[in-house]
């Protein structure tokens, strides 16, 4: 409740300030602080399911341009949605970020004592269970993405804490399946699925500069190990279907290649647990 009212407040003190603040909360107790604040639109909801939240949100918004944050952002720079806005003027635009100072990396924990990311063997067990790291921008199978562009350009994927859509697309990349698979507690990767979908209707934006800080915090992610890597397993799946609907590859070809990437997920975490 603390970091959400204080985004809020933030937000209403930017140049331009959003038209209407729209908070979605699923919070077992009201925030009456929010609530009762002129200016925002507060939305109590029964359902802990982040998609759904979005298109709950979008679906009571009025504007032609919606910006999705999440609540634990610090907003750095005041003009942050004069530079989002101002990437629409292109008609082919359909959607914009920023890029965000990132400042707690969840899941530093877990990475495999055996294979660091810059490492040589990393980078050849990745291409031997098709799980290649594309192109910073791009989107690739098995919802992987390149890393954030290192410079302003169009890219393929968007980071699920900063997300800016045309209104008028958002019930169509949001899709039921996507919400059906949180609500059963399944799902993970929300902003690539949503991204994908995004790309069919136009191009997306990202703006290099620094306008948004993610500061440390704990996240929920890792309360329970089992549940949050059964979560992971079954939306690479999800995302391996919807990247080959997207960019029209064959989708027998990516769940062929998502049991090959399952297999070697199995036998590397095997090694490693015994390794430890």
Not at 112 to 128: C, H, Q, T
Not at 136 to 147: A, P, T
Not at 158 to 165: D, H, I, K, Q, V
Not at 241 to 260: G, N, Q
Request: aromatic letters at 12%.
């Amino acid at each position: 409740p603390k970091e959400v009212s204080s985004l809020v407040t933030q937000a209403m003190g930017c140049d331009p300030a959003p038209e209407t603040i729209i908070v979605v909360d699923s919070s077992d107790e009201e925030n009456t602080e929010l609530s009762a604040l002129n200016g925002v639109r507060y939305i109590r909801s029964s359902h802990k399911n982040q998609p759904y939240q979005r298109l709950l949100g979008a679906l009571t918004s009025e504007a032609d341009i919606v910006v999705f944050l999440d609540d634990d952002l610090d907003i750095i720079d005041p003009e942050i949605f004069k530079i989002l806005i101002t990437s629409f003027v292109d008609s082919q635009t359909v959607g914009a970020t920023v890029n965000i100072n990132i400042q707690s990396f969840i899941g530093e924990e877990f990475e495999l004592p055996l294979l660091k990311r810059d490492s040589k063997i990393f980078k050849f067990i990745s291409w031997l269970t098709s799980a290649k790291l594309p192109p910073r921008g791009k989107s690739g199978r098995l919802g992987i993405v390149g890393g954030r562009p290192d410079q302003s350009q169009n890219t393929e994927f968007f980071s699920g804490a900063c997300m800016t859509f045309r209104r008028e697309i958002i019930p169509n990349i949001i899709p039921y399946s996507l919400i059906s698979l949180y609500e059963r507690k399944l799902g993970k990767g929300e902003d690539k699925v949503i991204s994908m979908f995004a790309n069919r209707f136009g191009t997306l934006k990202y703006y290099h500069k620094i306008c948004l800080m993610h500061p440390p915090n704990d996240s929920s992610y890792y309360k329970n190990v089992q549940d949050f890597f059964k979560r992971v397993m079954y939306s690479r799946l999800y995302l391996s279907k919807v990247y080959a609907k997207v960019f029209s590859h064959s989708l027998v070809k990516e769940i062929l290649i998502y049991y090959w990437f399952g297999i070697w997920r199995l036998m590397i975490a095997t090694i490693t647990y015994f390794a430890k």
